[in-house]
């Protein structure tokens, strides 16, 4: 059984502890390899690695640091098969999905960022005849990095990137649920010349090594993905600590369908929205509101499509419904079906478990899902659920749909399917969401603000805002008269 090591000052190492917890393989409920139990000592080992290397990677010409980036991005995409299964080995996910989005986005990742930090300038203020005002922008030195299991290595780099660009080291804790690309990216960064201690990996359980890095006095900012609970137990711990902050969080996102819209293109977009990644996106339209004229019509041709998805081996190049990525997660999007119907809603399509045969018997398969019939404010329809699950509302009038959109604690994303761009741009402008599609879902311009607001999160990722989140800006007046 293989044993993944952690990644401390430049080496593999077992932790501190010896301890392994078992990593499960979705696909068939089986534990195919172990990965390290972590726990304090390691968080210390890598936060001293990391002191150590800050300042020779932090004086680095940023050419240099640049250059040494897009090596390891460059050795992602040579690796992009081994990565792929890997990705789709520990996650559920279709193999298929790990090679078109999850492994070259992580390679796109670091590449932007590398390219990116090359052209991150400051400002100059002049006042006229007196003073002249120039901006520096300090890396802030050791930052923690802490990812989840649903886009494992696509969010991971999306993290680290940004602060290794822009000079700082980093303690990062990949979900232990799905460790295994960032082991293997461990190996990449050896190969690509990445020196000792500016990245450190140490795998383990959320509550331990997570809760020691974002407690540890010397790593300076915390940069988190994952659920809203853990987002504001990170923050409790942080804040008094007076520790930078990035929170990107739950969503409950709105795909609001008007009848004008273009029903072919909707309608293919919004089985992507629907059941990406089995549904475990945090930007998945898992609302979907449909203008009353066109609702049957839509039902009938979404539920259609809907049953025709196969769910199968998410190693089979065919797939496009893996497994979920764990059994605890399976039972609770499972719950919220069982909830659905207690609040008055009618199961469309799926709504079970599916059970393969052979080898997969034992795997977390779920049918994709569709209810309708539930009021607006229920716990199905204010509740992140993160699965193949969604629920369909008829509305009737715009102004219906905006404040149904917005009823929900979350703010991540929209969806907006219309041919009438006033009405687009008016509605985009109501929407309370950090990101709004319009004819359109999942289409990404790394250089935007990426995140969200109320409980979907705290900044902004992204562009210039991830590498100013992860540097600190420093005021000079020179007087000059
Ligand atoms: O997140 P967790 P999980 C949502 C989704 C999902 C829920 C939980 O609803 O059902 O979050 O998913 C680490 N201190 N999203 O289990 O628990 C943990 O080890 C410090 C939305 O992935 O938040 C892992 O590395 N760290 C999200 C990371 O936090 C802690 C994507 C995320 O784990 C910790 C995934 C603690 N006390 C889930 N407890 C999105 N926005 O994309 C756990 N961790």
Known sequence: MEQLLNYINGKLQAPVGGTFI???????????????????????????????????????????????????????????????????????????????????????????????VVHFSSDAHYMEGTAVNYTLRHPIGVVGCISPWNLPLYLFTWKIAPALATGNCVVAKPSEVTPYTAYLLSKLCMEAGLPAGVLNIVHGLGPKVGAAITEHPEIKAISFTGGTATGAAIAAKAAPMFKK???????????????DCDFEAMLSTTMRSSFANQGQICLCGSRILIERPIYEKFRDAFVEKTKRMKVGNPADPDTRMGALVSESHLEKVLSYVELAKEEGGTVLAGGHRVHLEGELAGGYYMAPTVIEGLPQHCRTNMEEIFGPVVTLLPF???EEAVAWANATPYGLSATLWTQDLTRAHRVAHQLESGIVWINCWLLRDLRTPFGGMKQSGVGREGGFEAMRFFTEPKNVCVKIS
């Open 22 to 116: 078992d990593n499960i393989e979705p696909a068939t409920g089986k534990v195919y390899a172990h990965i390290p139990d972590s726990d304090e000592r390691d968080v210390q080992l890598a936060t001293e690695a990391a002191q150590k290397a800050f300042p020779h990677w932090s004086a680095l010409p940023v050419g240099e640091r640049s250059r040494i980036l897009r090596r390891l991005a460059g050795l992602i995409e040579q690796n992009l098969d081994e990565l792929a299964a890997a990705e789709s080995r520990d996650n559920g996910k279709p193999v298929s999905l790990a090679r078109t989005v999850d492994i070259p986005r992580a390679s796109s990742n670091i590449d932007f960022f590398a390219t990116g």
């Open 245 to 259: 902050l990035s929170l990107e969080l739950g969503g409950k996102n709105p795909n609001i369908i008007f009848a």
């Open 396 to 398: 009737d009038t715009e």
